[in-house]
T-cell receptor, first 113, second 111 residues
């Protein structure tokens, strides 16, 4: 069974479109994260939720809106996609805070044309 | 200046070599230090985890933290082709504070 899963794995879309990425974890963890990894492999935190509550919100454009319907799911909706949004988006989860082991999903490769 | 600096490489070594990977950081509040390994087109996975200063060994891997110098290292002994991956250092103040990652060092172990 996959611990942290993301859908879709690949997303190719036009500039200006709106898209969503879904993430689910079956580890019973309380904290979930969204990271963005650019072409140079730099991994940067975007958001973090603990028990459905937003606890980390980095300097991310308002076009990005996370939603956590329950503690096992964390979705990411992106409005008005731009070329610079092209990256790999990773979902992760941990039992408690960021000082604990984070388990990453396989990533969603987003390409904006 | 970035909070965490890591040489991106690439680093190529022959099989069996000892590999040394390093990161420096500027935030003295970091308490938790991690090394993640990322294979091509996969998500990162935790390799080593250290709290505060000191050494930690796990099989062929040794992690060292020197908080006085703000410097962390990962040593890989008897490197194998299967160790070929990108190695990301990461650190955190703990609690629910964010984890800050280095840019990653790409390692290739040549058979």
């Amino acid at each position: 069974d996959t611990a942290v899963s993301q859908t879709p794995k690949y997303l190719v879309t036009q500039m200006g479109n709106d898209k969503s990425i879904k993430c689910e974890q079956n580890l019973g963890h309380d904290t979930m994260y969204w990271y963005k990894q650019d072409s140079k492999k730099f991994l940067k935190i975007m958001f973090s939720y603990n028990n459905k509550e937003l606890i980390i919100n980095e300097t991310v454009p308002n076009r990005f809106s996370p939603k956590s319907p329950d503690k096992a799911h964390l979705n990411l909706h992106i409005n008005s996609l731009e070329l610079g949004d092209s990256a790999v988006y990773f979902c992760a989860s941990s039992l408690g805070g960021a000082g604990e082991t984070q388990y990453f999903g396989p990533g969603t490769r987003l390409l904006v044309l | 200046q970035k909070e965490v600096e890591q040489d991106p490489g690439p680093l190529s070594v022959p099989e069996g070599a000892i590999v040394s990977l390093n990161c420096t950081y500027s935030n003295s509040a970091f308490q938790y230090f991690m090394w993640y390994r990322q294979y091509s087109r996969k998500g990162p996975e935790l390799l080593m985890y250290t709290y505060s200063s000191g050494n930690k060994e796990d099989g062929r891997f040794t992690a060292q933290v020197d908080k006085s110098s703000k410097y962390i290292s990962l040593f890989i002994r008897d490197s194998q082709p299967s160790d070929s991956a990108t190695y990301l250092c990461a650190m955190s103040r703990g609690g629910y504070q964010k984890v800050t990652f280095g840019t990653g060092t790409k390692l290739q172990v040549i058979p």
